[in-house]
């Protein structure tokens, strides 16, 4: 079972940080999920439009400048980090899922990941692009056909994972609430992979496991592991 960190180590440290992405790659997580924004020409890793939850300010993202975003508390004295500062970081040591969460991302992140290739050395096999919105996904296919994509979807579309095999995607990450084995059948027909968000228990990783699902989101995926020894 592939085990993504979701958010970084967020059980444990504060989600979307640099912390928690240290904490998963201390853990050997086969893989770390963020989430990003746009916000004046660069990315930034944090997982809601609203800042009351994660940082110790108010309102939308969208009425911050970087700098204003960049002064915040997100938990433990940590700030709310650069996609670049991710890349640096992570530096190829496992897979890295980068979902899109904004609009005007697709562009921003091809440009982004031709520098980070350029000065980082940010092997592009190690990423795995994903976004609820498919049109995004879309507009990476056509940008950057190298880069592998995870169509997420929350819901079981009428005609189940044809969505994702149009994308051209190497997954379909689902939420565990739906997921069953008709949406698992159909994937690995298309030769799809699954994953499944977010997985916090044993019991429903086990089960999950059972289903053929491929990889797992996890808040805690250092105890995860330890499910499937
Ligand atoms: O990518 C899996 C999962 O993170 C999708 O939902 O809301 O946690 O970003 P969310
Ligand atoms: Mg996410």
Known sequence: MFI???????GHFPENTLKAVQAALDCDADGIEIDVYA???????????????????????????????????????????????????????????IELKGHNTA?????LL???RGELGTDWSTLLISSFHHPLLQQIRTLAPELAIGALTA??????CAFAAELGAV???????????RMVK?????GLKVFVYTVNNEREAIRLQQLGV???????????KSWFD
């Open 4 to 10: 993504f960190a979701h958010r970084g180590v967020s």
């Open 39 to 97: 916000v004046d020409g660069e990315l930034v890793v944090i997982h809601d439009r609203e800042l009351n939850r994660t940082t110790n300010g108010t309102g939308e993202l969208e009425d911050y400048s970087l700098p204003q975003l960049q002064q915040l508390d997100a938990g433990q004295g940590e700030k709310i980090p650069t996609l670049w500062q991710v890349l640096k970081l992570v530096q190829n040591r496992c897979v890295l899922n």
């Open 107 to 111: 562009e921003l992140l091809v440009k």
């Open 114 to 116: 031709h520098k980070a």
């Open 155 to 160: 819901s079981i579309p009428l005609d189940y």
């Open 171 to 181: 997954s379909v990450n689902c939420d565990r609430a739906f997921i069953d084995e």
């Open 186 to 190: 159909d994937a690995k027909e298309r």
């Open 214 to 224: 491929d990889g797992i989101f996890s808040n805690f995926p250092h105890e995860a």
